[in-house]
Structures are given as C-alpha cells and as structure tokens.
C-alpha cells in the first residue's frame, strides 16, 4: 500500500510540476529569440574614363591638354595647356561607375590646385546632384574649364588641377512595424 501511494505521490508531483511550466509560459511576457545578423557590402566609385572635349574646345592647344585617372581611380588629373585669351576654354567629360555594392549618391565633384581666380570650372546643366548610381552603374558628368571673359589679357594661361568624386552612401532605412496577433482571442 505504501508503494502505491508513493507512486501518486510522484505522479501527482510530476502534473503540478508540468502545470507550472506551462502556466509560466502562457503568462511569461518575455521572449527570448537568438539569432546572427551579417552586414556586407563594398562602397567604392571611381573613374572608368575622362576625356578633353577637343572638336569644341576654344583658344587652348589640344595636343597639350589631357585627363588622366589616377591608378587608384579615384581622382583625374586636368591639364588645359595654353588658354590664349579670355573666353578660351573646353568642357571635360568624366565617366563613374559604382564598383561597389551599396547604392551611392553623387554630391558632384571637388576640385583641388585652381589657384588662378580668373579660372572657372563649372558644371553644365547636364550634371544631376544627388543622383543615385546603383551597383555596376555608370554616370557621365560635363565640366568646363574657361577663362573667365571679364580678365584682362594678360599672357597665356595653364591650368593643372584635380577632380576628385563627392558622393556618399544611398540606402533606404528600414522601418519594419513590430505587430501581434493573437490567434486564441481572435
């Protein structure tokens, strides 16, 4: 007899025990969820060609005039030999591609060793700020480089300077929506 009681002793302890951990989960208001989050991705623009509008270029010498990419294609390097007068000058046509695999947004382009304020490089309305160039996307930006037609002539003008891309990361954030649905109280 007592082995009997004892036995429903222990299977009476075994439901209570089970009873509480399934009332502890069906009122816990804690959840736990594990899980790993990978973030990848390459953020790279760079030059894939620059070129000296020749047939339409004004009052320079051509043959000394030249963009070259660095070897890094991050910049390109201008040379506009001998503007004659003022009023000479030419446009420069730059080629970008997205070599990364985040979507970038060009601010336009920064240039660095114009110290001749009587220079100006100035974008066409041909260029587009804040356009977005998509993984292995290209865009074409026209500059010109000219001699500003309010200078006094004074001797031929040269111009070397660099042009660097400004752009930055495009993404859209994500904005999820946390919802619940209960599906016993529907």
């Known amino acids: 007899m007592k082995s009997k009681k004892r036995n429903y002793v222990i299977v009476v302890l075994v ?3 089970l009873a509480l951990a399934v009332g502890y989960a069906a ?24 070129t000296i509008d020749t047939a339409t270029a004004k009052g320079i010498d051509t043959a000394g005039s030249s ?37 970038a947004k060009l601010n336009g382009l920064t240039f660095t060793g114009i110290d001749d304020t009587d220079i100006k490089v100035t974008f066409p309305d041909g260029l587009v700020e804040n356009e977005v160039v998509q993984p292995g996307g290209t865009c074409t930006i026209t500059f010109s480089v000219k001699w500003a037609t309010t200078s006094e002539l004074t001797t031929e003008k040269s111009l070397n300077f660099t042009a660097k891309l400004d752009y930055v990361q495009e993404t859209t954030e994500f904005t999820g929506t946390p919802a619940h649905s209960d599906a016993n109280n529907a």
């Open 67 to 103: 963009a070259v990419i660095s070897t890094d294609k991050n910049t390109v390097t201008v040379v506009v030999k001998d503007l004659a007068y003022p009023g000479a000058g030419t446009n420069v046509t730059v080629v970008a591609k997205n070599a990364g695999t985040v979507p």
């Open 15 to 17: 439901v209570l025990l």
């Open 27 to 50: 009122f816990s208001d804690t959840l736990n969820i594990t899980g790993t989050a990978n973030a990848k991705g390459t953020f790279n623009m760079e030059f894939t060609s620059a």
